[in-house]
Nanobody, 126 residues
Framework: QVQLVESGGDLVQAGGSLRLSCTTS????????MGWYRQAPGKQRELVAV???????NYADSVKGRFTISRDNAKNTVSLQMNSLKPEDTAVYYC????????????????????WGQGTLVTVSS
């Protein structure tokens, strides 16, 4: 019912920049927290940045000062601006959202669920 689709991944040299975008589809009552995660080859998935419905942000220490997360509540989208990229930033980047859907109309029942995108590959060469 609800889907997230990432875009913007590319091959870039160290020191370069990329902007990732995530679009949502489906019937969504509200999106609470949205975030970006990444998974490097042979590594576990890790949190990169999150942003609340009130636009409060948190970043992994490894990306602070270099990455910026933002959201457009009217369009239900989230973006990640990545500057000063390093080879260790190479990974598949995944969009994540904590969404609220209307499970039933009469009586109205709301349900929270976590949704993931399929990922977009970012490769940073040295």
């Amino acid at each position: 019912q609800v889907q997230l689709v990432e875009s913007g991944g590319d091959l870039v040299q160290a020191g370069g920049s990329l902007r990732l975008s995530c679009t949502t589809s489906g019937t969504i009552f509200r999106i609470n927290t949205m975030g970006w995660y990444r998974q490097a080859p042979g590594k576990q998935r890790e949190l990169v940045a999150v942003i609340t419905s009130g636009s409060t942000t948190n970043y992994a220490d490894s990306v602070k000062g270099r990455f910026t997360i933002s959201r457009d509540n009217a369009k239900n989208t989230v973006s990640l601006q990545m500057n000063s990229l390093k080879p260790e930033d190479t990974a598949v980047y995944y969009c994540n959202a904590d969404v609220v859907i209307l499970a039933t109309i009469l009586p109205p029942v709301y349900r929270s669920l976590e949704v993931w995108g399929q990922g977009t590959l970012v490769t940073v060469s040295s």
